[in-house]
């Protein structure tokens, strides 16, 4: 029995060289292929950026989003010294800004507490450590407390002014009083009414304030 080698003429057997030199490749893009970009071309300006990517050249025919986020808010009397984009803007804004100032008073009226609080004995760790008590108690308190204020008031405001079509001091000082008097309703009457007195003030002079300056 005698074994004769495989015919190297099958096409399995071919040199892999070979098949690589025969093949053409064909492109469904007739467009050319684009040049070369060298860096001389991008330094002496002679290159066109429309070649770099194939929605560069269209130019003014795209449509772009337009974002209202600049927009201040259109309703009557709105139009004070703190411009205002809507009633989230006020909350956000109005809530973050007596939070962090009710915190710095707070913070300063615990510094004072603490640093001439009396001691049994002169120590300078004792003294810091009473200063820091006094901040972290009294700072705390007042930004919660003012936050919460701002919050309610905000949100009473922008509900009044949205009802009545009209921004005004009359429709800040009965959100102040109503917000006063949610916010110290479980104290009883009479501090209910003394809060919403004290807010409804600060909240006309504040409307009052920003129409004048």
């Known amino acids: 029995m005698s074994s004769e080698p495989y015919p190297s003429s099958s096409p399995s057997a071919q040199d892999p060289s070979d098949l ?7 492109s469904h893009n007739s467009d050319p292929l684009p040049e070369t970009l060298t860096a001389s071309d991008l330094l002496s300006g002679s290159y066109d950026p429309s070649k770099l990517h194939p929605m560069a050249g269209l130019g003014g025919q795209l449509d772009y989003l337009v974002l209202d986020d600049d927009k201040t808010n259109d309703l009557p009397g709105s139009g004070t010294a703190v411009p205002s984009r809507g009633w ?18 707070g913070g300063a009226w615990g510094f ?8 049994a004995m002169s120590n300078m760790r004792l003294r810091i450590n009473s200063i820091l008590n006094s901040v972290t108690r009294r700072g705390t308190f007042l930004g919660n407390s003012a936050g919460v204020l701002a919050l ?6 922008s509900t009044i002014d949205a009802v009545r079509g009209k921004h005004d001091v ?11 008097a949610l916010f110290k309703s479980t104290a009883g009457v009479k501090p209910a009414l ?20």
């Open 152 to 157: 309610g008031y905000n949100g009473i405001n």
């Open 88 to 105: 989230s803007d006020d909350l956000c804004y109005g809530t973050g800004t007596m939070y962090l100032g009710g915190l710095a008073l």
């Open 20 to 26: 690589l030199k025969n093949v053409q490749f064909s």
């Open 194 to 213: 003394a809060t919403a007195t004290v807010v409804s003030a600060f909240a006309g002079a504040w409307s009052w304030v920003k129409t004048r300056v």
């Open 170 to 180: 009359f429709g800040s000082m009965a959100a102040g009083a109503l917000t006063g």
């Open 112 to 119: 004072r507490e603490g640093a001439s609080r009396p001691l």
